[in-house]
């Protein structure tokens, strides 16, 4: 087993857990705990995984949008427990996902994207602009002081 | 002190209750770990919840949640996968929820 293949499915296989804790990153810096991300991540990669590369990356970005927007929902305006409601939309993230993506479960990648490390690199360029946005930014400026943790 | 305590009861109490889920099933199955099924924990928080912390409140939930488990288990039959278990069991518990926060408020639109 050679170092290089191993480093590119570490980088390859890293892209979305940089680009899930990015998402993480900016809820918690607006007070936010989500606990149900993963719901998210499993429901939005049933959703790409059924509608093939060129419109599942859209409809992926919309589905996890709009999950967040349902979590939002209950959390601010009706007030109920964000941990607890979090680990309830990761099960039924779970849940929903696997039943959407069933027609394709199993079967191999008809089109597959082919790159590879390159991911990384991209949603590494992702965290440099989101830091920046953050930093120097109005919206950035606006969201910074609402965080409930102390931070560094 | 107390808490150190308390975490050393609460694995001492899940890891009975893996030693059941193990021991427990019909003679004649395969004693494989592949078919103990992941997300338990979940279910866990879950029942904890629900029966509001208390240990008989706990009873009766966790036979609650052992019965969603139980129906989704053999609604494999109709073709739905075997992660829709975890669906019933989140949205009884979103459910929980929103009957806590009905119960202490009440909404008023503006």
């Known amino acids: ?152 | 002190m107390y808490i150190f305590l308390a975490l050393l009861l609460s694995g001492a109490l899940a890891g009975l209750g893996g030693a059941l889920e193990v021991m427990t099933r019909e003679a004649g199955r395969y004693m494989t770990l592949q078919q103990v099924s992941t997300g338990f924990g979940l279910y866990g928080i879950s029942a904890a919840w629900l029966g509001a912390l208390h240990p008989l409140g706990t009873l009766a939930a966790s036979l609650y949640i052992a019965w969603l488990h139980q129906v989704a288990i053999n609604l494999k039959v109709l073709g739905l996968p075997a992660l829709v278990a975890n669906a019933l069991v989140g949205s009884a518990m979103a459910w929980g929820l929103a009957g806590y926060v009905m119960y202490k408020y009440r909404l008023i639109w503006r």
């Open chain 1, 1 to 152: 087993m050679a170092i290089e293949s191993v480093t590119q499915e570490a980088l390859r296989s890293a892209a979305p857990i940089l680009l899930a804790t990015l998402g993480a990153i900016i809820g918690q810096r607006a007070g936010v705990l989500n606990l149900g991300l993963e719901g998210v991540i499993y429901l939005s990669a049933a959703v790409a995984a059924v509608l093939g590369p060129p419109w599942g990356i859209a409809a992926a970005i919309l589905v996890g949008t709009l999950y967040n927007l349902l979590y939002y929902f209950l959390t601010n305006d009706m007030a109920m427990n964000q941990i607890l409601l979090g680990i309830a939309f990761t099960m039924i993230g779970y849940g929903a996902g696997s039943q959407i993506a069933q027609p394709v479960a199993g079967m191999p990648i008809e089109r597959p994207i082919y790159i590879r490390a390159e991911a990384f690199a991209m949603a590494a360029l992702l965290a440099v602009y989101l830091h920046i946005i953050l930093t120097r930014m109005k919206i950035g400026m606006a969201i910074r002081p609402l965080a409930t943790t102390r931070l560094l």
